[in-house]
């Protein structure tokens, strides 16, 4: 059984899309990144890379590199998902929090959730996603960010 944690922020930001879990998510702002900058996703292949002993998302998928701009964070999941399967590990769960004054995003969780396991090649019962506002706190809570943070536990198979 391994344990891993994950943690990502990204800035919000005027004409971008807003992903999150690798879903398209209706607001004003996106998150501004080198990739879809999809904090939930980041912070989950962080997670998985951590537990795996695997470094991070910016070791495999460096910003410097052209390959990864504007790439649908899903994707990299993906690619980390195939990892887990080299090293034979599977996720046991994966509990994440998605910390945003707004929009509004826990009619988007099941979708996300859906999302994010069907990239994994598991169960949506494996994962459990949360939200909390920043309380007119800090970047999140002025709205000008958005952080997402994750932890999973794995088992080798």
């Known amino acids: 059984m391994r344990v891993g944690i994950g943690y990502d922020v990204h800035p919000l930001a005027a004409g ?3 992903i999150l879990g690798g879903v398209e998510v209706p607001h004003a702002k996106g998150l501004q990144g080198h ?27 460096p910003a410097s590199d052209p390959r990864y701009k504007d790439i649908a964070s899903l994707r990299l ?26 929009p509004k995003l826990s009619p988007h969780l099941a979708a996300m959730k859906d999302a994010l396991a069907k990239t994994m090649g598991v169960e949506p019962s494996r994962i459990n996603l949360k939200v909390k506002s920043g309380e007119g706190q800090d970047a999140v809570g002025r709205e000008e960010a958005m952080t997402a ?5 794995l088992e080798g198979i």
């Open 16 to 18: 971008r899309k807003l």
């Open 35 to 61: 990739s879809d900058a999809d904090a939930l996703t980041h912070a989950v292949c962080d997670a998985l890379l951590g537990a795996m002993g695997e470094g991070d998302i910016g070791t495999h998928f």
């Open 77 to 102: 999941l993906d690619a980390v998902a195939a990892i887990m399967a080299r090293k034979r590990f599977r996720l046991v769960n994966l509990d994440a929090v998605i910390s945003a004054q707004a």
């Open 149 to 153: 943070r994750a932890v999973c536990l």
